[in-house]
T-cell receptor, first 116, second 114 residues
Framework: EAQVTQNPRYLITVTGKKLTVTCSQN?????MSWYRQDPGLGLRQIYY???????DKGDVPEGYKVSRKEKRNFPLILESPSPNQTSLYFC???????????????FGPGTRLTVL | GDSVTQMEGPVTLSEEAFLTINCTYT??????LFWYVQYPGEGLQLLLK?????DKGSNKGFEATYRKETTSFHLEKGSVQVSDSAVYFC?????????????FGAGTRLAVHP
């Protein structure tokens, strides 16, 4: 089954404790992206990756890191989480994004993070 | 910059009622427009899309028409069901810097009661 998976689905942690949220897709997609969803703000892009070893900042990258060492995986790293990073996080992927035609983005089920 | 504005929710309806969720956008040129749906506990799924003015996207009984003159893409359904309860996001596609990017509205929560 074609899908985007995220782990964990739920996480409660404390300020300053490094954490990683994993994202994996099995569709051989080039493009992957991380979003955070906050009430009243919709989804905002954190980081994206056009392909292996190619990553770039989205609209709200502060406090986050990513890596893309393999095509299927795109982990999101919070080196020193703070309470303002409490949010619902989504990973998404698509075939490619460097084209004038649109390819549908597929979303993971989300990770709800609470930073105390 | 480009942006999407949706009506605030929650929208609460009885089963078989008519649904409208308003969406307007601000963008350079004529972007492609989308409605995504997020069912409880799940990720977003593409519901429908329209790529040019006067296009009508439709799926699962939902419809939305790309109105260039009013920069709108309102979502409608003639008769909602309890299973339609979800959060609905309007979005536009921005192609710049060599890649596609989705700009989302804030989302509108729909609750349908029997």
């Amino acid at each position: 089954e074609a899908q985007v998976t995220q782990n964990p689905r739920y996480l409660i942690t404390v300020t300053g404790k490094k954490l990683t949220v994993t994202c994996s897709q099995n569709m051989n997609h080039e493009y992957m992206s991380w979003y955070r969803q906050d009430p009243g703000l919709g989804l905002r892009q954190i980081y994206y990756s056009m392909n292996v070893e190619v990553t770039d900042k989205g609209d709200v990258p502060e406090g986050y890191k990513v890596s893309r060492k393999e095509k299927r995986n795109f982990p999101l790293i919070l080196e020193s989480p703070s309470p303002n990073q409490t949010s619902l996080y989504f990973c998404a992927s698509t075939v490619t994004s460097g084209s004038t035609s649109y390819n549908e983005q597929f979303f993971g089920p989300g990770t709800r993070l609470t930073v105390l | 910059g480009d942006s999407v504005t949706q009506m605030e929710g929650p929208v609460t309806l009885s089963e078989e009622a008519f649904l409208t969720i308003n969406c307007t956008y601000t963008a350079t040129g004529y972007p492609s427009l989308f409605w995504y749906v997020q069912y409880p506990g799940e990720g977003l799924q593409l519901l429908l899309k329209a790529t040019k003015a006067d296009d009508k996207g439709s799926n699962k009984g939902f419809e939305a028409t790309y109105r260039k003159e009013t920069t709108s893409f309102h979502l409608e359904k003639g008769s909602v069901q309890v299973s339609d309860s979800a959060v609905y996001f309007c979005a536009l596609r921005q192609f710049s810097g060599g890649y596609n990017k989705l700009i989302f509205g804030a989302g509108t929560r729909l609750a349908v009661h029997p």
